[in-house]
């Protein structure tokens, strides 16, 4: 039963990544970005979590309209890309997120108050995107796309992964030798309580 025990805490790994430059520029709205990373789970792990980290994320202003669009990505271009964005400024006309239709959407953030910057977590886990990130990574390439829909202001964005060993599956020999066992300490009971 020990052993049982010892098997079920498995090696956990976290693997963290940030674009170059780390702020993207201070995500400005004239572009919008993807940044692309080549990683994949190592032999033997499995994705379990992720989390996004944006550090003293502001808006230079707030205007109607305004948003950061962030989505997860399947294959784009490893490292970061820059794309004119000419769709939206300061809020005029509306926002409109240029990586729509492509990846699962993290999140279409408003600033409201731009005078406190605000350190932003996205965990994948809570917004049901585990699944979805272990899909894209199984390619080898995955990644993030940001499209700021006004200047969003900010000291660094992070990316970590949280894997973990997978459990091995017991040979069928294992299973028998532990079911007999099992048996014999129900009968072990059984005899003291007759007794």
């Given at each position: 039963?020990?052993?049982?025990?010892?098997?079920?805490?498995?090696?956990?790994?976290?693997?963290?990544?940030?674009p170059s430059?780390?702020?993207?520029?201070?995500?400005p709205?004239?572009?919008?970005?993807?940044?692309?990373?080549s990683?994949?789970?190592?032999?033997?792990?499995?994705?379990?979590?992720?989390?996004?980290?944006?550090?003293?994320?502001n808006?230079w202003?707030?205007?109607?309209?305004?948003?950061?669009?962030?989505?997860?990505l399947?294959?784009?271009?490893?490292?970061?890309?820059?794309?004119s964005?000419?769709?939206?400024?300061?809020?005029?006309?509306?926002?409109?997120d240029?990586?729509?239709?492509?990846?699962?959407?993290?999140?279409?953030?408003?600033?409201?108050?731009?005078?406190?910057?605000?350190?932003?977590?996205?965990?994948?886990?809570?917004?049901?995107?585990?699944?979805?990130?272990?899909?894209?990574?199984?390619?080898?390439?995955?990644?993030?796309?940001?499209?700021?829909?006004?200047?969003?202001?900010?000291?660094?964005?992070?990316?970590?992964?949280?894997?973990?060993?997978i459990?091995?599956?017991?040979?069928?020999?294992g299973?028998?030798?532990?079911?007999?066992?099992?048996?014999?300490?129900?009968?072990?009971?059984?005899?003291?309580?007759?007794?």
């Amino acid at each position: 039963m020990l052993l049982l025990g010892a098997s079920a805490s498995a090696f956990a790994g976290f693997y963290s990544y940030s674009p170059s430059p780390p702020d993207l520029y201070d995500l400005p709205h004239s572009n919008y970005f993807s940044w692309g990373i080549s990683w994949s789970a190592p032999s033997g792990e499995e994705i379990t979590d992720a989390t996004l980290f944006i550090k003293s994320l502001n808006n230079w202003t707030w205007e109607n309209g305004d948003t950061l669009f962030i989505r997860l990505l399947d294959n784009p271009a490893v490292g970061v890309t820059t794309f004119s964005d000419t769709d939206s400024t300061n809020g005029h006309p509306p926002a409109y997120d240029n990586w729509s239709g492509q990846g699962a959407l993290i999140d279409a953030y408003h600033d409201y108050n731009e005078n406190v910057p605000v350190d932003k977590t996205y965990r994948f886990s809570s917004l049901g995107l585990v699944p979805t990130l272990k899909s894209y990574a199984s390619n080898g390439v995955f990644g993030l796309g940001f499209d700021p829909d006004c200047h969003y202001y900010n000291c660094g964005i992070t990316l970590t992964i949280q894997a973990r060993e997978i459990p091995p599956v017991p040979e069928p020999a294992g299973l028998t030798a532990l079911a007999a066992g099992l048996m014999s300490l129900a009968g072990l009971v059984s005899r003291r309580r007759k007794r």
